[in-house]
């Protein structure tokens, strides 16, 4: 009789667990989505007229008009960089052929 009832116990739990664990990864995934957003970050790219200037800082997110360009152009992502990563990043993007060099003007031929 016990075995009976730690088995329809057991399932009860698993159930509970089910329905618990969508809204728990859903909160980790708007939590580091919160921190993601309070970085701050430079755009390295081209100026895109109406979207972001080159070297533009953003400390609190990213503009919607941003965002919306990226999920169209998701390279554009790349061109984001921390301030700390500033100076080498400047060094790669003058470096012909490498792959800053090369996302930055597929940034110019959307402007």
Known sequence: MNVKKE????EKVEGQMQEVQ?????KS????KK?????TVIYIGASLK???QKNTTFTNGLPEVLEEKI???PFLKNLLVSPEKLP????????KGSALSM???KSQELS
């Open 35 to 39: 921190k993601v957003e309070k970085k």
């Open 103 to 105: 996302l930055y003007k």
């Open 71 to 73: 999920k169209e152009h």
């Open 29 to 32: 995934e708007n939590r580091l």
């Open 88 to 95: 080498e990043v400047n060094q790669k993007l003058r470096e």
């Open 22 to 26: 969508p809204k728990l990864e859903k």
């Open 7 to 10: 088995g329809e116990q057991k």
């Open 50 to 52: 109406n979207v972001v």
